[in-house]
């Protein structure tokens, strides 16, 4: 009986072994499958792969959320987002976000770039005027570009000439500026006519940059 016993207790030991070795095995070949589909998801290109954006901004009182929320839609896609203003100084915010841009608006050369966009806030009415972002609009619709603007920076296209016959939209404020220079002003949230995307305000934001992103896909 003694030696039956130890028999026994001997099988349990060696099959407690045999258990224990497979299953660290077992684990350690689903992490390796794990890593494997990580790198071979890394390794497929994004949507937005290869698409270039210049994102506008005003030196001071921007409206945050106009820019973060489209940059964030647009470099998670894999699209090369980079910052414009006046000045490569720091720019704040109207939240107090701090922005350093990483070139002066006149550097913009629109073969470049895939998409221009200008980002809204009370600082945006620094640009309604600019000759120099006029041209730069201008000459980005020539080039079949696709153009943004959301909040009171829709103004600056209409004073650019680029928004006449065409659906946009604005922030209320300043519906009769868009309609002055001929455009058919929509109310909407977020309008798209052909490349020029335009929205109404901070609230748009993430559905503006996925207008952007849809657009850069075409």
């Known amino acids: 009986m003694k030696k039956v016993s130890f028999l026994l207790i001997l099988l349990l030991f060696l099959g407690f072994l045999l258990i224990g070795c497979k299953g660290p095995k077992k684990e350690a070949e689903v992490s390796q499958q794990e890593e494997q589909m990580s790198s071979q998801e890394a390794a497929q290109p994004k949507a937005l792969s290869g ?36 000045t490569t100084e720091t720019c704040k915010g109207m939240l107090g976000a701090l922005v350093r841009p ?23 009415t620094k ?14 619709v020539k080039k079949n570009k696709i153009v943004g603007a959301i909040c009171l920076a829709p103004v600056t296209c209409a004073n650019a000439g680029i928004l006449a016959g065409k659906k946009a939209t604005v922030s209320e404020s300043a519906a009769s500026n868009l309609k002055d220079k001929g455009a058919e002003y929509t109310g909407a949230s977020v ?8 929205a109404s305000g901070p609230p748009a934001s993430k559905e503006f940059g996925d207008a952007i992103a849809a657009a ?3």
């Open 51 to 86: 698409k270039k954006v210049v994102m506008i901004i005003s030196p001071e009182n921007f409206r945050d959320e106009e820019l973060i929320e489209p940059q964030n839609v647009l470099t998670e896609q894999g699209a090369l987002v980079k910052v414009a203003s006046l």
């Open 191 to 198: 309008q798209r006519d052909g490349k020029i995307i335009t």
């Open 216 to 218: 850069l896909k075409e």
């Open 102 to 124: 990483d070139m002066r608006i006149s550097d913009i050369i629109p073969d470049q770039w895939d998409a221009i966009i200008l980002v809204g806030g009370s600082g945006s």
């Open 127 to 140: 640009y309604w005027d600019d000759a120099v972002v006029h041209s730069l609009l201008n000459d980005a």
